[in-house]
């Protein structure tokens, strides 16, 4: 949101740490892999910082949240030996759990990017900006 807010200019990765309170570090890998599949551009050096990638009308939620989660189902019904669950034959929990789920991605995938930077102002004074 705050690269969207900040379009054209870029953003660093130390201002976003900054706002919003998170570690720079978990915040680099993030904008390393988001640079990596398109959603943003990085630049390295003096200036360096980050860019969108792509529009913001062209930026579903889904896919953002997909692409950090890496799954869009809630359990695995195996372990880590990829044995099944002993309930797995009757059980229903994880139809039940991926049925939300489906309807979880379905609503955020009816929103853009810019759906959520609709009050610019309003946000960039929110932020500081």
Same mark, same amino acid.
């Given at each position: 949101m705050q690269a969207? +807010?900040? =379009?054209?200019?870029?953003? &660093?990765?130390?201002? !976003?740490?900054? &706002?919003? @309170?998170?570690?720079?570090? =978990?915040? !680099?890998?993030i904008v390393h892999n988001l640079g990596r599949h398109g959603y943003l551009e990085t630049h390295r050096g !003096? @200036? *360096?910082g980050f860019t969108l990638g792509r529009r913001p009308d062209e930026?579903? %939620? @889904?896919e953002i949240v997909r692409f950090g989660e890496g799954i869009d189902t809630v359990i695995d019904c195996y372990d880590a030996e990829n044995r099944a669950?002993? %309930?797995?034959? $009757?059980c229903? +929990?994880? *139809?039940?759990?991926?049925e939300a789920a489906a $309807?979880?991605?379905?609503? %955020?995938?009816?929103? &853009?990017? $810019?759906d959520l930077v609709k009050r610019p102002a309003k946000m960039r004074? $929110? %932020? *500081?900006m």
């Amino acid at each position: 949101m705050q690269a969207a +807010l900040r =379009h054209p200019n870029r953003v &660093t990765v130390d201002e !976003v740490a900054d &706002t919003y @309170g998170i570690s720079r570090h =978990h915040l !680099v890998k993030i904008v390393h892999n988001l640079g990596r599949h398109g959603y943003l551009e990085t630049h390295r050096g !003096v @200036g *360096g910082g980050f860019t969108l990638g792509r529009r913001p009308d062209e930026i579903r %939620l @889904g896919e953002i949240v997909r692409f950090g989660e890496g799954i869009d189902t809630v359990i695995d019904c195996y372990d880590a030996e990829n044995r099944a669950c002993k %309930l797995f034959p $009757a059980c229903r +929990l994880k *139809g039940v759990l991926d049925e939300a789920a489906a $309807a979880f991605f379905s609503v %955020l995938d009816d929103y &853009t990017l $810019a759906d959520l930077v609709k009050r610019p102002a309003k946000m960039r004074k $929110a %932020l *500081g900006m």
